[in-house]
């Protein structure tokens, strides 16, 4: 069955340092990877995605994603993060060749940003 | 920027009332979903709806819940007869369908909280 772990379930960073919050998935075959994140009240956000290629995928708000195939990894990345990127981010993956792309999503990490 | 709406933003309701949760989906959509997330647990798979009919359901997905897509326009999930279980945040999503490669991005709404007393 599909599983998607997020290890950290609440990750705290300074104002202009970098962040890496991890990804690890259980499929049979490489699926369709994706992060999105969700401020309070909003919807979730598509960040990026990767369906084949290169595995660095850049994504909206100078978030970038590193696919490794051996790891079973999607790790998510920013070089420098800002206050407004305090939210929840949610890994998710779609079984490759899904015809609607039901997605399956991890338990979340929480990110807050100390000024 | 077009935005998939959700109504009520919080409903509460007793054990065994029925409940109605409303979803606009982006207008030129085509497939349409639900998701739920419990308190402190992952978002889960509902439902799928293309074509005015289920494309795929979870198995939490029982007899309890129905979809619909009454007037063209909105899309909504039906809860018969209310679980304590059932209190959640519940999410719409729309999506124009699949890109050559994979599927293509789903909206998300902000979600409906539903608490069940």
């Known amino acids: 069955a599909q599983s998607v772990t997020q290890p950290d379930i609440h990750i705290t960073v300074s104002e202009g340092a970098s962040l890496e919050l991890r990804c690890n998935y259980s499929?049979?075959?490489?699926?369709?990877l994706f992060w999105y994140v969700q401020s309070p009240g909003q919807g979730l956000q598509l960040l990026l995605k990767y369906f084949s290629g290169d595995t660095l995928v850049q994504g909206i708000k100078g978030f970038e994603a590193e696919f490794k195939r051996s790891q079973s990894s999607f790790n998510l990345r920013k070089p420098s993060v800002h206050w407004s990127d305090a939210a929840e981010y949610f890994c998710?993956?779609?079984?490759?060749?899904?015809?609607?792309?039901?997605?399956?999503f991890g338990r979340g990490t929480q990110l807050t940003v100390w000024p | 920027e077009p935005e998939v709406t959700q109504t009520p933003s919080h409903q509460v309701t007793q054990m065994g009332q029925e409940v109605i949760l409303r979803c606009v989906p982006i207008?030129?959509?085509?497939?349409f979903y639900w998701y739920r997330q419990i308190l402190g647990q992952k978002v889960e798979f509902l439902v799928s709806f293309y074509n005015n009919e289920i494309s795929e359901k979870s198995e939490i997905f029982d007899d309890q819940f129905s979809v619909e897509r009454p007037d063209g326009s909105n899309f909504t999930l039906k809860i018969r007869s209310t679980k304590l279980e059932d209190s959640a945040m519940y999410f719409c999503a729309s999506s124009t369908g699949l890109l050559a490669g994979g599927p293509n991005e789903q909206f998300f709404g902000p979600g409906t909280r539903l608490t069940v007393l």
């Open positions: 998710a993956v779609a079984a490759r060749g899904s015809t609607l792309g039901r997605l399956y």
């Open positions: 207008s030129n959509h085509l497939y």
């Open positions: 499929y049979g075959a490489t699926p369709y």
